[in-house]
T-cell receptor, first 117, second 108 residues
């Protein structure tokens, strides 16, 4: 089965630094997502992306966050100036269509553990 | 806004015993609900969705609108069922809202 690939698996950074988390969605998928999970808390939606623009974002996804599909395969999440509270597992996901309904599945990557010191 | 609640953070049962992981939701309309599973050191993956009314790996989940519940059940637990289980509901066009998750441990 095809997989969503995320790199790196672990990222350690200093507070205030910029980080870029990378994802390679499944090749024929059109919708891309970022979720995150702070340790001990629930998985939270950050943003969805379609046709080279953000289609929906949560209140967590403030001006410090941005997403980009720089080429035909990668999908990145950038945090401009990291804060301690950005420490979390970040999951990328993709789907063929926009809603994870009966006929469409949301495929998740294995996650990037971001630690902000 | 739609919300799901998983009241149990941890659940431990013996192999062969029945399993029920609880999920309650809040939504006034027709909800679209899912169960996701994350096995140790693996990625989050879809287990089942209520629309399909399917049984995956022996698990079933029935939507009970009267009780606003979508509990996950399996009649006979197996050791390989040990994992983190998340109930989720769709909010809006594309957003999945997850519950806190329940860590299921199956004891031999």
């Amino acid at each position: 089965e095809p997989e969503v690939t995320q790199t790196p698996s672990h990222q350690v950074t200093q507070m205030g630094q910029e980080v870029i988390l990378r994802c390679v969605p499944i090749s024929n998928h059109l919708y891309f997502y970022w979720y995150r999970q702070i340790l001990g808390q629930k998985v939270e939606f950050l943003v969805s992306f379609y046709n080279n623009e953000i289609s929906e974002k949560s209140e967590i996804f403030d001006d410090q966050f941005s997403v980009e599909r720089p080429d035909g395969s990668n999908f990145t999440l950038k945090i401009r100036s990291t804060k301690l509270e950005d420490s979390a597992m970040y999951f990328c996901a993709s789907s063929e269509a926009g809603r994870p309904t009966t006929n469409e599945k949301l495929f998740f990557g294995s996650g990037t553990q971001l630690s902000v010191l | 806004a739609q919300r799901v609640t998983q009241p149990e953070k941890l659940l431990s049962v013996f192999k062969g015993a029945p399993v029920e992981l609880k999920c309650n939701y809040s939504y006034s309309g027709s909800p679209e609900l899912f169960w996701y599973v994350q096995y140790s050191r693996q990625r989050l993956q879809l287990l089942l969705r209520h629309i399909s009314r399917e049984s995956i790996k022996g698990f079933t989940a029935d939507l009970n609108k009267g009780e606003t519940s979508f509990h996950l059940k399996k009649p006979f637990a197996q050791e390989e069922d040990s994992a983190m289980y998340y109930c989720a509901i769709i909010q809006g066009a594309q957003k999945l809202v997850f519950g806190q998750g329940t860590r299921l441990t199956i004891n031999p």
